[in-house]
């Protein structure tokens, strides 16, 4: 049956890794790693620190065309490239109903896109700002709890 989801399931395509010996494939979690079923409300990955939970996280949205420092799809910047290649060897399969929209919303990186938003608004192109989608006021000039409320009630609606 076609799935209702946006993601049924990651699969690491094994058969394409060269190595599990390097990073990201040696990590335990990688490397033990087949596939991972999405529940169909709310997927928790859980583990220790430096267990491979970001490295995972980020190669799925990388696989699904979000920028690996967070934001929107229309976010394309990168203040330190650190992504790992594991998006390559991912197979997500999606399922009948396509996202009207999507985030990528990355705590440790969040500051980036705060900035990128301001540096997009500063530049002089005949459109609405972006920060106005956030409330209007400017994430750096918020406390990081304000910012982040901003971006729940503002920009995720409905
Ligand atoms: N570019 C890199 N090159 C080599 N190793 C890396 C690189 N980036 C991260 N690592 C290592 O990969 C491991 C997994 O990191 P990751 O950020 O995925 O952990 P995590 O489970 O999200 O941890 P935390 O709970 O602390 O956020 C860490 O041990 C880290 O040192
Ligand atoms: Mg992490």
């Known amino acids: 049956m076609i799935s209702p989801q946006f993601i049924s399931r990651v699969t690491l395509r094994r058969d394409i890794v060269e190595s599990f010996d390097a990073y990201p494939f ?15 409300k709310v ?15 980020e190669a799925i949205a990388v696989s699904m065309g979000f920028n690996a420092e967070g934001g929107s799809k229309h976010f394309n910047f ?9 998006h390559r060897y991912l197979r997500i399969a999606k399922g009948f109903r396509r996202p009207r929209t999507g985030y990528f919303l990355r705590a440790e990186s969040f500051y980036n ?9 500063a ?36």
């Open 26 to 40: 040696c990590l335990p979690s990688v490397r033990t790693f087949e596939y991972l079923d999405m529940h169909p």
């Open 43 to 57: 997927t928790y990955v859980v583990g220790e620190n430096g267990s491979g939970k970001s490295t995972l996280l």
């Open 78 to 86: 990168g203040t330190h490239r650190s992504h790992s290649d594991l």
């Open 113 to 121: 896109v705060a900035s990128e938003i301001d540096k997009l608004d």
């Open 123 to 158: 530049e002089p192109v005949d459109a609405p700002r972006i920060i106005e989608g956030y409330g209007g006021v400017s994430l750096h000039h918020q406390s990081h709890g304000e910012s982040f409320l901003a971006l729940m009630t503002q920009r995720f609606t409905g």
